[in-house]
């Protein structure tokens, strides 16, 4: 079945630094990946839309200057934080489309802890 | 304005139950309808999906009630167990783009 790999799992970091999450489809081709925030108890809200070559989709109200996404090639989409304040702790998760049909297959998350 | 609705936002169920989450929906775009398990700190995982064309669905346990007049669909759990507990969100999708549901915790007693 199709596999998406996130990477790190949790990560910690020093308000102001930035932060990088890599977001890997292992056994197949993803043009379009998606990136979602996660808060406790809640559901998960999308945050961007990633397409290989191109520019990332935002959703409203997610601000693209801070979250800097990049879709180098059809198996990596990465997210990075910028600039990141203790508000911007959550559950990050990616997803991508492939493997069975019409299926979204998402990474385990990584869970962000500003400090 | 939230597109998917689900409920309960969350279930108590003995051993060998059935546990049923509802949810519905707004836009008649949506054209795929999946539910999700989720357990702490992982991201969701597919349990079964279902498009408007069909009524229901059985995978196994799990059963996927779908009412496109009402723009209702329902999670049937049928003999739950203490390993089904969990949260599930309730998911439907248009133009590429997956809207969750609220989520519903189910806690599944021995």
């Known amino acids: 079945g199709a596999v998406v790999s996130q990477h790190p799992s949790r990560v910690i970091c020093k308000s102001g630094t930035s932060v990088k999450i890599e977001c890997r489809s292992l056994?197949?081709?993803?043009?379009?990946m998606f990136w979602y925030r996660q808060f406790p108890k809640q559901s998960l809200m999308l945050m961007a839309t990633s397409n290989e070559g191109s520019k990332a989709t935002y959703e409203q109200g997610v601000e693209k200057d801070k979250f800097l996404i990049n879709h180098a090639s059809l198996t990596l989409s990465t997210l990075t934080v910028t600039s990141a304040h203790p508000e911007d702790s959550s559950f990050y998760i990616c997803s991508a489309r492939g493997g069975a049909s019409y299926g979204y297959t998402f990474g385990s998350g990584t869970r962000l802890t500003v400090v | 304005q939230q597109q998917v609705k689900q409920s309960p936002q969350s279930l108590i169920v003995q051993k060998g139950g059935i546990s049923i989450i509802n949810c519905a929906y707004e836009?008649?775009?949506?054209?795929?309808f999946p539910w999700y398990q989720q357990f702490p700190g992982k991201g969701p995982a597919l349990l079964i999906a279902?498009?408007?064309?069909?009524s229901e669905k059985k995978e196994g346990r799990f059963t996927i009630s779908f009412n496109k007049s009402a723009k209702q669909f329902s999670l049937h759990i049928m003999d739950s167990q203490p390993g089904d507990s969990a949260t599930y969100f309730c998911?439907?999708?248009?133009?590429?783009?997956?809207?969750f549901g609220q989520g519903t915790e189910l806690s599944v007693k021995p």
């Open positions: 279902i498009r408007p064309d069909v």
């Open positions: 836009n008649t775009a949506f054209d795929y």
């Open positions: 998911a439907a999708a248009k133009g590429g783009k997956l809207i």
């Open positions: 056994d197949f081709q993803a043009t379009t």
